[in-house]
């Protein structure tokens, strides 16, 4: 599976953006998907995860409430709507594919995409 991420940018704080994440072959809809991110200086964290079918979802406490993450397995792309943006969201967006688990655990997820930078100034 090769996954590529975009819709990353430099945004103002209060604003929002939507990432799109797509991925190659034919399981998509096989597997859960999730969206992490990484900070300058930081570890990579979770953000938000997605089951297979669509019909559950989890999101970090930071961002619960502010953004929805969606998929479209006809379409093979999984998206995360980022609204009401702030400072520190500033971070590079990966999303992952997870074979076996609904999880929040990064470990568990295999295929990951190349990043899309998200700047939410002040």
């Known amino acids: 599976v090769q996954l590529q991420a975009s819709g990353g940018g430099l945004v103002q704080a209060g604003g929002s953006l939507r990432l799109s994440c797509a991925a190659s072959g034919r399981a998509f809809s096989l597997y859960h998907m999730g969206w992490f991110r990484q900070a300058p200086g930081e570890e990579r964290e979770f953000v938000a995860r997605?089951?297979?079918?669509?019909?559950?979802?989890y999101y970090a406490n930071s961002v619960k409430g502010r953004f929805t993450i969606s998929r479209d397995n006809a379409k093979n792309t999984v998206y995360l709507q980022m609204n009401s943006l702030k400072p520190e969201d500033t971070a590079v967006y990966y999303c992952?594919?997870?074979?076996?688990?609904?999880?929040?655990?990064?470990?568990?997820?295999?295929?990951w995409g190349q990043g899309t930078l998200v700047t939410v100034s002040s």
């Open positions: 997605i089951s297979a079918r669509g019909s559950t979802t």
């Open positions: 992952a594919t997870a074979p076996l688990f609904d999880t929040i655990v990064e470990d568990d997820y295999n295929y």
